[in-house]
């Protein structure tokens, strides 16, 4: 299976599930278009200062907004991640102060959210032929420790770690339901 097919699965799960809800809206990143036009399937844009190009600091896979306001931000490593990429993500998220979204591929205005309080799910699969989970743990560990002094009053951090994608999206999607509260 293709990188990043599984997380695209999860991502429109996420929109049918929660498409009933007004005060819930998902925003994802395709990473590749297939001239579908799901709803906020837009490429949500992640900023420090001013919105250019020059300031962009990363591409979010998901980010769930509550009654307007960003609730839950989403980064998922399917085939894995060394340190360094779970680093980057993480700093990135850190550094931003807004991102853009759109309702869909066509709306070229979209909308600037503020960072606030949010929930950052970092999903990581560690599966045998890929990564050691005790190795992405203690990593996992690590990096809160150093960031924990520095993460901005309201954010919250959580870092799964599954043995393969389909265990791995069960665990985030269960997460984000917890967080949204929708049993």
Same mark, same amino acid.
């Given at each position: 299976?293709?990188?990043?097919?599984?997380?695209?699965?999860?991502?429109?799960?996420?929109?049918?599930?929660?498409?009933?809800?007004?005060?819930?809206?998902?925003?994802?990143?395709?990473?590749?278009?297939?001239?579908? +036009?799901?709803?906020?399937?837009?490429?949500?844009?992640?900023?420090?200062?001013?919105?250019?190009?020059?300031?962009?600091?990363?591409?979010?896979?998901?980010?769930?907004?509550? @009654?307007?306001?960003?609730?839950?931000?989403?980064?998922? #490593?399917?085939?894995?991640?060394?340190?360094?990429?779970?680093?980057?993500?993480?700093?990135?998220?850190?550094?931003? #102060?807004?991102?853009?979204?759109?309702?869909?591929?066509?709306?070229?205005?979209?909308?600037?959210?503020?960072?606030? /309080?949010?929930?950052?799910?970092?999903?990581?699969?560690?599966?045998? @032929?890929?990564?050691?989970?005790?190795?992405?743990?203690?990593?996992?560990?690590?990096?809160?420790?150093?960031?924990?002094?520095?993460?901005?009053?309201?954010?919250?951090? @959580?870092?799964?770690?599954?043995?393969?994608? @389909? +265990?791995?999206?069960?665990?985030?999607?269960?997460?984000? /339901?917890?967080?949204?509260?929708?049993?």
């Amino acid at each position: 299976m293709s990188s990043g097919r599984r997380t695209r699965q999860l991502q429109e799960d996420l929109c049918d599930k929660y498409q009933g809800r007004p005060d819930v809206s998902i925003y994802w990143d395709p990473h590749k278009s297939d001239g579908t +036009e799901k709803s906020g399937k837009c490429r949500p844009t992640a900023y420090y200062g001013t919105k250019c190009k020059e300031n962009r600091v990363s591409y979010i896979d998901i980010i769930i907004t509550k @009654d307007n306001e960003v609730s839950i931000i989403c980064e998922i #490593e399917e085939s894995g991640a060394d340190p360094k990429k779970i680093a980057g993500d993480i700093v990135s998220l850190l550094i931003a #102060e807004d991102v853009s979204v759109r309702k869909n591929q066509h709306d070229m205005k979209g909308k600037q959210l503020k960072l606030n /309080d949010y929930f950052f799910i970092l999903g990581v699969n560690a599966s045998e @032929d890929i990564a050691d989970s005790d190795r992405l743990d203690e990593i996992g560990t690590r990096i809160l420790q150093i960031i924990q002094p520095i993460i901005r009053d309201g954010r919250k951090f @959580d870092f799964i770690i599954a043995d393969n994608c @389909d +265990e791995l999206m069960d665990k985030v999607e269960k997460r984000i /339901d917890k967080i949204l509260k929708l049993k």
